[in-house]
T-cell receptor, first 110, second 115 residues
Framework: EDQVTQSPEALRLQEGESSSLNCSYTVSGLRGLFWYRQDPGKGPEFLFTLYSAGEEKEKERLKATLTKKESFLHITAPKPEDSATYLCAVQGSSASKIIFGSGTRLSIRP | DGGITQSPKYLFRKEGQNVTLSCEQN?????MYWYRQDPGQGLRLIYYSQIVNDFQKGDIAEGYSVSREKKESFPLTVTSAQKNPTAFYLC??????????????FGEGSRLTVL
């Protein structure tokens, strides 16, 4: 059964303090791994797609990487506006279903 | 601007009542999805539709129903058979024609509370 586990559940950082969020997954035939950002009371916003091990994507202070078992979302020198819940999702060989993790709630203190 | 519109944003329901959540998109996407989000949990798939007049059950379809009569619209009915309907409901769409079926565009969500 396809499964996505994110850690930590919550992370509090000081502004400028870099860190990483983890997404471990098991899926039959990975077609894509996705990162989303969700602000409180809003719908998730798409950030990245990673398709194969070794691939990396960057956007501003965020960098996503992928191995055969996990993905990391690295945040460099974060700012308070980066505070949000970050969701990881995978799409397996059954291309129509996308499985989400429970998310990491990131809080950046000024 | 193109996007997904969900309504209502907040909805209160008495036990035993059916309610319908609206989802409209003007992105010309073929695929549409309904997810449920509970505190501390990931998004769970209720129903999805890849083309007009066709839809499939997701992981937690019991107590819900959908229709897909138009490409732009994918309403979700929460029936009285749903035992724990209080949750945040999210509608999404994607464009399989681009090959990026996992890149979902979400609406702002509808928060349903059963009194």
């Amino acid at each position: 059964e396809d499964q996505v586990t994110q850690s930590p559940e919550a992370l509090r950082l000081q502004e400028g303090e870099s860190s990483s969020l983890n997404c471990s997954y098991t899926v039959s035939g990975l077609r894509g791994l996705f990162w989303y950002r969700q602000d409180p009371g809003k719908g998730p916003e798409f950030l990245f797609t990673l398709y194969s091990a070794g691939e990396e994507k960057e956007k501003e202070r965020l960098k996503a990487t992928l191995t055969k078992k996990e993905s990391f979302l690295h945040i460099t020198a974060p700012k308070p506006e980066d505070s949000a819940t970050y969701l990881c999702a995978v799409q397996g060989s059954s291309a129509s279903k996308i499985i989400f993790g429970s998310g990491t709630r990131l809080s950046i203190r000024p | 601007d193109g996007g997904i519109t969900q309504s209502p944003k907040y909805l209160f329901r008495k036990e035993g009542q059916n309610v319908t959540l609206s989802c409209e998109q003007n992105l010309n996407h073929d695929a549409m999805y309904w997810y449920r989000q509970d505190p501390g949990q990931g998004l769970r798939l209720i129903y999805y539709s890849q083309i007009v007049n066709d839809f499939q059950k997701g992981d937690i379809a019991e107590g819900y129903s959908v229709s897909r009569e138009k490409k732009e619209s994918f309403p979700l009915t929460v029936t009285s058979a749903q035992k724990n309907p209080t949750a945040f409901y999210l509608c999404a769409s994607s464009d399989p024609g681009t090959g990026h079926t996992g890149e979902l565009f979400f609406g702002e969500g509808s928060r349903l509370t059963v009194l």
